[in-house]
């Protein structure tokens, strides 16, 4: 039968098809999910910032077009 290296080849490739439209999207989001990770990892052993978070985020609010609802 199939062994767990050609599973696991068969389980990318389907990933890979399946999901090719959201990937660039997916990795965007591991890279900054990694950096953020990175700059805190860096605050909390050099101690600066006594706990406050080394990246800030602004969240932007969206509001409909007129006419729309």
Known sequence: MFGLSEI???LIVVA???GAKKL???A??????????KAESRAMKSGD???EPAATYTVKE???ADGER
């Open 8 to 10: 696991a080849i068969l």
């Open 28 to 37: 965007r989001s591991a890279g900054k999910a990694s950096r953020i990770l």
């Open 49 to 51: 910032g006594a706990g």
């Open 62 to 64: 969206t509001r409909p």
């Open 24 to 26: 660039p999207e997916l």
């Open 16 to 18: 890979l098809v399946v």
